[in-house]
């Protein structure tokens, strides 16, 4: 189908400002935030209502053509990546509140919806949707259900899957089901949750609805300061050793903290090696002793100073600082991967010092601020795009990074997903076995593999690129397409 058919098939289905096509429109739509892979697609809707969708999928379907569904683009997989060209269903204008439940504690919204004003619309009724990504002033709840996104406070309250009740679906022929239901535990297969973390391969998201938390009656927010990494990490092992589960447990090193500081002057420690940003919420009875006992483990795993946020203003500036850190690294490179994995917490130190040592045998600069209390890593390596030769470094050093998280028993994605970024590497942490099982569950939903082509399972290209920089002895032979 040549673009101009494309086009004019759209244009029987949707408002003639709904379907972009010109070259300066699209360009917008080549990458997420992952950016080392860019691909244009012929074409990209923005319908605003479910029956849009299906309609629109119902025509890709009759003429074979590759869906990709996208959210905000804040994805750090490549997820929504155009890889094989057709068309992209962004759902940004399928964006409102359609009810909330204060009673009940649960909203419907449909898909494009940003997480942070689903916060907004429920917050006089002191409720709140508990999934806060760092990127929740943009993303979707749409992106968030595809990617099961999580956040710095989903080490106490769960990640996605844990709030969402139920979901409006349009199925890659363009039928529409909903999975779940008004309450938890429906009969039957749990589709919902084979749903949930599909990253955008088993249909396309319309209508969530969500389970919503109460604000806490009470909060404290400290700011610990550490002379070294690896202190910094023995304090996390400790804090969680003694059975204390904070909201929140964040860990920003040197580098972030220059870029923060460079950005927002905010005040931090340029000489510090790390901080951890560490919240405790609840009810205010025995939460001063909460905040004590984190005052005093700090300390003795070599604190220099503990922080406490004196009130809402100086909370909101921190967390301002955490959530803007990975843009503020724009100050320091033109370009950076943001990876995602996940250790056993007592791995911090071993981890992290691995990971110095493959910045200095790549020549790379590495920043990390990540989720500690979840073991989950976000090791930023900067470089410059532009260079092929950087580009090449980054790939074989990011290889190298999951690696290292592989042999401490730990993952290759922990929040961020798969997407194109990943898919190569999934060989490495499943047997044949497995995989044949999950490209028969995408089959079920997917048959021909139109929706979100290439992402999570492993294809032949990215195999061979993989093999071609980290070596082929690296994979584990068993893996179903590697
Ligand atoms: C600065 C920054 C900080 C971040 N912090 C976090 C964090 O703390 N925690 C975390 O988990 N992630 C984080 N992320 C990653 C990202 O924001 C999340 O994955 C987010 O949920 C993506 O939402 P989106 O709307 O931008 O989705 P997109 O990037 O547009 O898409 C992501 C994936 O979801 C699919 N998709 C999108 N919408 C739908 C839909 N309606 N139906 C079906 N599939 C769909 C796409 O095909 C793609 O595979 C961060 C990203 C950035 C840039």
Redesign the pocket.
């Known amino acids: 189908m040549t673009q101009q058919e494309l086009v004019s098939g759209l244009l029987a289905l949707l408002p003639a400002d709904a379907v972009l096509h010109r070259p300066a429109e699209l360009l917008v739509y080549d990458c997420?935030?992952y950016t080392i892979e860019k691909a244009v697609p012929m074409a990209v809707v923005l319908p605003g209502t479910t029956e849009e969708v299906a309609a629109v999928m119902r025509f890709a379907h009759a003429h074979g053509l590759p869906v990709?569904?996208?959210?905000?683009?804040?994805?750090?997989s490549g997820?929504?990546l155009a890889d094989t060209g057709g068309l992209m269903i962004a759902?940004t204008r399928m964006n409102r509140v359609v009810s909330i439940d204060v009673p009940n504690r649960r909203a419907v919204v449909q898909?494009?919806l940003v997480n942070q004003k689903l916060n907004e619309a429920v917050a006089h009724a002191g409720l709140a949707f508990a999934p806060?990504?760092?990127?929740q002033i943009?993303?979707?709840i749409?992106?968030?259900?595809?990617?099961n996104?999580?956040?710095?406070h989903t080490l106490k309250y769960g990640v996605t899957v844990n709030h969402v009740l139920a979901l409006e679906v349009v199925l890659p022929d363009g039928e529409v089901v909903w999975l779940g239901g008004e309450g938890e535990d429906w009969p039957g297969f749990d589709l919902l949750g084979l749903m949930i973390g599909s990253?955008?391969t088993f249909?396309?998201?319309?209508q969530a609805r969500v389970k919503l938390v109460p604000l806490p009656p009470a909060v404290r927010t400290l700011l610990a300061v550490f002379p070294t990494v690896e202190d910094a990490s023995n304090a996390v092992s400790a804090l969680i050793g003694a059975g204390i589960i904070p909201a929140a447990l964040e860990m920003m090193d040197q580098l972030i903290l220059q870029a923060v500081e460079a950005a927002f002057k905010f005040g931090f420690p340029l000489d510090a090696g790390a901080v951890l940003l560490i919240e405790l919420d609840g009810l205010e009875a025995g939460l001063d002793e909460a905040q004590a006992e984190v005052v005093a483990l700090c300390e003795r795993n070599l604190a220099r100073e503990v922080r406490v946020a004196a009130d809402a203003a100086e909370r909101a500036r921190l967390w301002l600082a955490r959530?803007k850190a990975?843009?503020a690294v724009g100050r320091l490179a033109p370009s950076k991967v943001?990876m995602d994995g996940v250790i056993p917490r007592t791995q911090l130190p071993a981890v992290l010092k691995a990971i110095a040592e493959i910045a200095e045998r790549y020549e790379l600069r590495i920043a990390n601020v990540f989720?500690a209390g979840d073991g989950n890593l976000h090791p930023v390596t900067l470089f410059d795009e532009r260079d092929p030769a950087q580009v090449e470094r980054v790939l074989a050093a990011s290889g190298e990074i999951l690696k290292a998280c592989l042999a401490v028993g730990g993952s290759i994605t922990g929040?961020?997903?798969v997407?194109v970024e990943k898919n190569a590497y999934m060989p490495w942490m499943y047997s044949e076995a497995d995989m044949a099982l999950m490209e028969a569950v995408r089959r079920t939903f997917n048959p021909d593999d139109a929706l979100?082509p290439g992402?999570v399972l492993p294809t032949r290209k990215g195999c061979l690129e993989l093999s071609r920089l980290v070596g082929p002895g690296a994979l584990r032979r068993g893996g179903a397409a590697c």
């Open positions: 997420d935030a990709v569904p996208r959210g905000a683009g804040t994805g750090l997820g929504c759902l898909a494009g806060d990504p760092s990127s943009a993303c979707t749409g992106g968030n259900v595809a990617e996104s999580g956040g710095p990253e955008g249909g396309i998201v319309t959530k990975v843009g943001t989720h929040e961020h997903g997407g979100n992402k």
